[in-house]
């Protein structure tokens, strides 16, 4: 899973990515040293839970896929049967490309 954390976070404008159980505990992580690995898996777990309670009031799917745009940066967040991939970018990071190497990395981590 390592390896796929490192392949993410070669990609142009990633500043780091983890991955996080639904409950936020950290399964892997390779984040920018400004982030504590803890912090931001907790964070992600309850953003996501409370996105999901949202979308079942509205009779929608579960998450798939979630991006935060902040003033310094971009956080994105996407779900699958293991848990959250966590990806934390620089704020004019090219948007499609990310969530495409995002969706490379979600089937390597299912196969992992």
Do not use: C, P, W
Not at 62 to 87: D, H, P
Not at 103 to 112: D, G, R
């Amino acid at each position: 899973m390592y390896e796929v954390l490192e392949e993410l976070n070669r990609t142009s404008g990633v500043t780091g990515s983890m991955v996080v159980g639904n409950d936020g505990i950290v399964i892997a992580a390779d984040l920018d040293t400004r982030y504590q690995d803890e912090t931001v898996g907790a964070l992600a777990a309850s953003i996501t839970a409370n996105v999901n309670k949202s979308l079942e009031r509205l009779s929608e799917e579960k998450l798939s896929q979630l991006t935060i745009e902040a003033m310094n940066g971009k956080l994105f967040m996407a779900s699958n049967e293991v848990g959250i991939l966590v990806v934390t970018a620089e704020k004019n990071v090219n948007i499609g490309l990310i969530r495409l190497e995002i969706k490379h990395a979600l089937a390597k981590i299912k196969i992992s």
